[in-house]
């Protein structure tokens, strides 16, 4: 296993890529999405937002390259990161109790 | 420690020593991702729970000095990542230049961050003793904001507190909502210090053409913690400045 060197084209391309997406979130955000399904605004925020960080993560840190171990070591952080929000949120969505 | 060349001495090749560091470097961006993850957390029951009052305290931040500093951001990775490249290749002087573009970019955004707290701090918007959601209002020219922005938020507040019952309710939530905007920018930005600290660093190591083909670790890792901070803004930025603008 040799290091893969990521050209500078592909480093450009990201970018590019990053600052569309930026462009097209401020622009949702800025249309009543929520009319169409409630909460549409901030799921369209955050599935933008999820791209930008897997384009970042695979190509400028270098993800897509790396070692299967290296994968599965950033596979069970995110892995950790969702059992924390799934079940905090599935605990607090279920209670009878209001925060109010 | 015995180190011959650029292999330490607990390693067999120069792949296998670049692989841990690497899974080292990971192993603590884990850790960090399940820090920010319990603000974020924090963040979204809060929202869901006071979420008009939320919308309307996010509104109140001004969307084009944080959309001006995700460009800055995510610049600086690019900066970054073509340090790391150009160490791969042995351009030894480009890796000082795009290390300090790099320090460059983080520092604009610094800057950029401390004129809105400061904008946060002259509408009395920092939670404590003196914050006031009512203050601009109150205090027509205090703020920097034009007539028609006045009576719009003024037509706002009295909206909400319709719906939240009362004005103390109304200041009580929008504290909440700037409790966790500045927590949450403010342990961001502590990592851009940290990170602009490491730069310096890695400024003065790559001047005295430390980094090699052979041997750049330290900015490969510093490159991944950059872009870890990168991608902390990248859900910031809609979070907080992206509520309902429509």
Sequence with gaps: MSEHIVSPKIYLGIFAALMILTATTVYAATVDLNEHFPGLNVIVALVIATCKAILVILFFMHAYYSSKRTKLIIFSGFFWLAIMLALTLSDYGSRTWDLH | MHRTGDLYGQFETLEQQKESATLGMWTFLITEILFFGGLFLTYTINRHTYADVFSFSSRTIKLSWGAINTVVLIGSSLTMAMSVWSAQVGKKKLVTIFLILTLILGTVFLGIKGIEY?????????????????????????????????????????????????????????????????????????????????????????????????????????????????????????????????
Aim: some cysteine; charged content about 15%.
């Design chain 2, 118 to 246: 400061h904008d946060k701090y002259v509408e009395h918007h920092i939670p404590g003793a003196s914050f006031d959601m009512y203050f601009c209002t109150n205090n027509p020219g205090a703020c920097n904001l034009t007539t028609e922005e006045l009576a719009q938020e003024r037509t706002e507040l009295k909206e909400l507190e319709d719906k939240v019952g009362g004005p103390v309710a109304v200041n009580a939530h929008s504290q909440l909502f700037f409790s966790l905007y500045f927590g949450m920018t403010g342990l961001h930005a502590l990592h851009m210090i940290i990170g602009a600290g490491l730069l310096l660093w890695l400024i003065v190591e790559s001047m005295r053409g430390r980094f090699s083909p052979r041997w750049n670790t330290p900015v490969e890792n510093v490159g991944l913690y950059w872009h870890f901070v990168d991608i902390v803004w990248i859900y910031l930025f809609p979070l907080l400045y992206l509520i309902d603008r429509h």
